[in-house]
């Protein structure tokens, strides 16, 4: 994302082709259940502003990883 400020986390991802390992890094964004954003909203607003249609989210059950009821959330895309 344009800053690197410690505000967004991100993963690193790598895939191993034969003898080459490519290393991906995209921000993290969490989306429950109910297809609401939990963590990285910031990315995602980033995302909707560069015109990036793809993104790679992880999706969680909120309850079982103990995410607090539902306050102010943000729709997934």
């Known amino acids: 994302m344009g800053r690197e400020d410690g505000s967004t986390l991100y993963v690193q991802e790598h895939r191993r082709r034969g003898r080459v390992v490519k290393a991906e890094r995209y921000p993290l964004i969490v989306v429950d259940e109910t297809n609401e954003v939990l963590y990285g909203v910031d990315a995602l ?20 990883h103990g995410f607090p009821p539902k306050g102010q959330r943000h729709p997934a895309p």
Do not use: L, P, T, W
């Not at 995302?47 to 309850?63: D, L, M, P, T």
């Open 45 to 64: 607003e980033f995302a909707k502003r560069n015109g990036i249609e793809s993104i790679q989210s992880v999706r969680i059950i909120a309850a079982d």
